[in-house]
């Protein structure tokens, strides 16, 4: 199915000489003279190696048939990830080149939506935003207004972020999950 070039956002596929590419970014260049074009950042799903492509915003681009369907994260081990689809209970592993820097973010249960091409994983989209604990962080500092610049804190899934000087050690905390930049205090 062809679309056109500015359409195309991360985590689409397309079909580039019969070879599956998977979008890591997508952005539309206006520039003030000349046509507007779009930069296209790709992986190739079959080996990993990544490309860029320019278009201009109204060619049109061979978008690939991809089945996008709600999974249940199980488990990781030596094959990869797997998941279950909750309709059938079928299950599913996808390679880490395929689920990249978003594997801190997996947890148990989590649903997420995986592309598949073919029954192959090609592509995973997280839900925006996810809670996890904060395992060290520095103590609060009395005195110390609450505009003031954020502290280093780490997770309890690994990563690094930036939180306000309020949170303490053990606070559970909500993070958008495409920076694992803080959002708020989790409510639970």
């Known amino acids: 199915m062809k679309v ?11 079909d580039l000489e019969g070879k599956l ?7 539309n260049i206006h520039p003030g003279k000349g046509t ?4 296209l950042n790709m ?3 079959s080996d990993g190696v990544k490309i860029s492509e320019r278009y201009r915003t109204t060619e049109q681009v061979e978008r ?3 089945d996008d369907r709600n999974y249940t994260f199980l488990y990781q081990d030596g094959d990869g990830f797997h998941f279950m689809n909750p309709e059938s209970y079928d299950q599913v592993a996808a ?3 395929v ?6 973010y997996l947890q148990d249960g989590m649903t997420v939506t995986l592309s598949t091409h073919e029954g192959v994983p090609i592509a995973i989209e997280l ?3 996810a809670t996890f604990e904060v395992v060290e962080t520095e103590p609060a500092v009395k005195n110390q207004t609450a505009s003031s610049s954020y502290k280093p804190a780490i997770l309890s899934n690994g990563l690094r972020t930036m939180v306000p000087p309020y949170i303490a050690t053990g606070t559970r905390i909500v993070v958008l999950t495409e920076d694992g930049s803080y959002q708020e205090r989790a409510k639970d």
Do not use: F
């Open 4 to 14: 056109i070039a500015s359409s195309l956002r991360k985590g689409s596929v397309v």
């Open 21 to 27: 590419y998977v979008v890591l970014s997508a952005e």
């Open 36 to 39: 507007p074009v779009t930069q």
């Open 43 to 45: 992986r190739r799903i």
């Open 64 to 66: 690939a048939i991809v």
């Open 95 to 97: 390679p880490q080149d």
């Open 99 to 104: 689920i990249g820097d978003a594997a801190p």
């Open 127 to 129: 839900p925006r935003l």
